[in-house]
């Protein structure tokens, strides 16, 4: 399974030039396109809002392409938000030379990446960068769950967004008992102590202060919000909430503890 260190993502400035295919043309605009004759790209589709550029015929990926189509309701219904992307362009790459290559006089700093999100100067665009590998299908729902959340959303936290995507990365089936991470805490709450750290997460301010633990742990804490008690539901919505208001947010830790008093047993109990 794919390791977590290599497929952080890596938030920079873009701007977006291209304009989406309404979503409801998802399942008529598929093909291939006109591109120029010396273009890199094998096939580009517009699917819904996104614009897939790939090296490779896309019929290889095809579960992913249909996994895309569904990632923005899954999204919405889970986390009761609103997306509004207008243009996600998403570059797959047939392999890490030809992703090195692209990437190096574009956004260098993502070429230590297995993969990439760039969010556009639009609040409603974004880009996404994979290779062709093992956990090519994995990496792009994770970023493209980054592309999504931040249309929806005017400020995402970093632990959050990064517990968010490793959510989402997997098929939607394997989402909630499917994920290595489950079993990884598991053992460290069995072996190792394992306490979970919300306040120490949500100091985290940059991707850099996040280790492959901290990404670990902010699924945990994913987790135990979507699919623990009712309260913890409760609060992740207040948090969005605020966030969407544009006001200070309270920290997710303190909505937590107010409504669930032994909450770190509480997220153990729930994981182990
Ligand atoms: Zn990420």
């Known amino acids: 399974m794919r390791y977590v260190l290599l497929t952080v993502c890596l938030i920079l400035i873009a701007a977006a030039s291209v304009?989406?295919?309404p979503w409801s043309r998802f399942f008529t605009r598929g093909g291939g396109r006109g591109h120029a004759e010396n273009s890199q790209w094998a096939e580009e589709r517009e699917l819904g809002p996104y614009l897939i550029r790939s090296e490779f015929s896309l019929q290889d990926v095809h579960s992913?392409?249909?996994?895309?189509?569904?990632?923005?309701?899954?999204?919405?219904?889970?986390?009761?938000?609103?997306?509004?992307?207008?243009?996600?362009?998403?570059?797959?790459f047939q392999s890490k030379r030809s992703y090195d290559h692209y990437l190096r006089a574009r956004w260098p700093e993502g070429m230590?990446?297995?993969?990439?999100?760039?969010?556009?100067?639009?609040?409603?665009?974004?880009?996404?960068?994979a290779y062709?590998?093992?956990?090519?299908e994995t990496d792009v729902r994770h970023e493209t769950t980054h592309a999504l959340l931040h249309t929806a959303l005017p400020y995402?936290?970093?632990?959050?967004d990064e517990g968010l995507a490793e959510y989402f990365e997997m098929p939607a089936s394997m989402r909630e008992k499917g994920h290595p991470h489950r079993k990884e805490?598991?053992?460290?709450?069995?072996?190792?102590?394992?306490?979970?750290?919300?306040e120490g997460l949500e100091g985290k301010r940059k991707l850099l202060d996040m280790n492959g633990k901290d990404y670990r742990d902010s699924w945990g804490i994913v987790h135990f919000l979507l699919h623990g008690p009712k309260e913890a539901r409760q609060a992740l919505d207040i948090y969005f909430e605020e966030i969407q208001s544009g006001a200070r947010e309270t920290p997710l830790s303190q909505?937590?503890?107010?409504?669930?008093p032994n909450l770190d047993q509480a997220i153990i109990d729930h994981l182990k």
């Open 112 to 129: 230590s990446r297995q993969a990439l999100y760039v969010p556009g100067a639009e609040t409603r665009t974004g880009r996404v960068y």
């Open 185 to 198: 805490l598991r053992d460290a709450i069995r072996y190792q102590r394992w306490s979970p750290s919300i």
């Open 156 to 160: 995402v936290p970093i632990w959050i």
């Open 132 to 136: 062709r590998q093992r956990d090519l």
């Open 64 to 92: 992913l392409v249909q996994d895309l189509g569904d990632l923005q309701q899954d999204l919405e219904e889970t986390l009761r938000l609103q997306c509004q992307p207008e243009s996600i362009q998403i570059h797959l």
């Open 255 to 260: 909505l937590l503890r107010k409504r669930i």
């Open 19 to 21: 304009t989406a295919a």
